[in-house]
């Protein structure tokens, strides 16, 4: 895939988290964190629930794996449950979108975390992002790889081709869904966040 034909249809990431303990972190470390960097470890069971743990004398917020059914799972590749589980811990997700908003996965996805004020999105610049995490590789992904579902009678595919990159991603931009970067990534300085529903100001 070309990045630049990419980047012109979905100019911009979205990534919602905690509002309570994790913006302040997020703003202190301009940094965001996939679970297994905030654990320090492995971690082959689904949270049911989100969990809060102490870091740098700070509360973090992990969210819920509820969605995830294994039910709902064909698994490929040679992949099992502990495979999917690792893939998903070792990452940080964001929605691929516009300036109007992300993917319908994601409108979905922030429709319903949206209780409450207890979730909140961040928006930055796709270009911006990928300069200052140059050391990364984004991996695309068609769907919301956390919560399969079963679609014209069959269960969603898990495996090894979940999270590609440019380079192996074989269909049109148009298909990317979610676009994850494995570890810790950092935030540029044009990171917006979303205040009162729908007004996007400067994280910082």
């Not at 969605?67 to 997700?93: H, I, S, Y």
Request: proline share 5%.
């Amino acid at each position: 895939m070309d990045l630049r034909a990419y980047t012109a249809l979905r100019p911009f990431l979205y990534h919602t988290t905690a509002a309570k303990h994790n913006v302040p972190n997020i703003k202190i470390e301009r940094a965001l964190h996939s679970t297994q960097v905030l654990l320090q470890r492995h971690t082959l069971q689904k949270r049911s629930e989100p969990t809060e743990i102490s870091r740098n004398g700070r509360i973090t917020t992990i969210g819920d794996q509820g969605p995830l059914n294994w039910k709902n799972v064909e698994f490929t590749g040679g992949w099992c449950f502990q495979d999917m589980l690792q893939a998903l811990n070792e990452r940080v997700f964001f929605w691929a979108g516009t300036h109007r908003g992300p993917v319908r996965y994601g409108v979905n996805f922030m429709k319903a975390k949206a209780h409450g004020g207890e979730e909140t999105t961040l928006r930055v610049s796709f270009d911006a992002f990928c300069a200052r995490n140059a050391n990364l590789a984004p991996y695309f992904c068609k769907f919301n790889s956390g919560a399969p579902r079963w679609s014209g009678g069959r269960k969603s595919p898990r495996g090894p081709d979940t999270f590609l990159t440019a380079e192996k991603w074989s269909v049109r931009p148009s298909k990317v869904a979610e676009v994850s970067f494995i570890g810790s990534v950092w935030l540029p300085d044009d990171t917006q966040i979303l205040r009162g529903g729908n007004r996007w100001q400067s994280l910082w």
